[in-house]
């Protein structure tokens, strides 16, 4: 059974970092993609974050690129979302995810999600 458990939430002022993390189980985080993605109150979930398992090659949307890390430890299978300069809307609850496909193609591809984390960045 595909289990993923998100830590590391919490409140930070603007321009500060967090470090997210994703513990899997029933699975190999390292022979699918992994990704991060957050809903923001009153909109809809979007796609953060993905790494791919074929070449390891990372995707981001373009309001964090720059900011943000994916990287995945497969010896212990956890994945990460570093999270620096950090603003207010940046805020949402963050879920971890993975699919089946082995390359980052589309945000559509997951389909296994944990149950989320908040982060909060005040300014």
């Known amino acids: 059974q595909v289990q993923l458990v998100e830590s590391g939430g919490g409140s930070v002022q603007a321009g500060g970092s967090l470090r997210l993390s994703c513990a899997a189980s029933?699975?190999?985080?390292?022979?699918?993609?992994s990704g991060w993605f957050r809903q923001a109150p009153g909109k809809e979930r979007e796609g953060v974050a993905c790494?791919?398992?074929?070449?390891?090659?990372?995707y981001y949307v373009d309001s964090v690129k720059g900011r943000f890390t994916i990287s995945r430890d497969k010896a212990t299978n956890t994945a990460y979302l570093q999270m620096n300069s950090l603003k207010p809307e940046d805020t949402a609850v963050y879920y971890c995810?993975?699919?089946?496909?082995?390359?980052?193609?589309?945000?559509?591809?997951?389909?296994?999600w944990g149950q989320g984390t908040q982060v909060i960045v005040s300014s």
């Open positions: 029933g699975f190999s985080l390292g022979e699918h993609i």
């Open positions: 995810a993975t699919g089946s496909h082995y390359y980052c193609t589309r945000w559509a591809d997951f389909d296994s």
């Open positions: 790494i791919s398992s074929g070449d390891d090659r990372t």
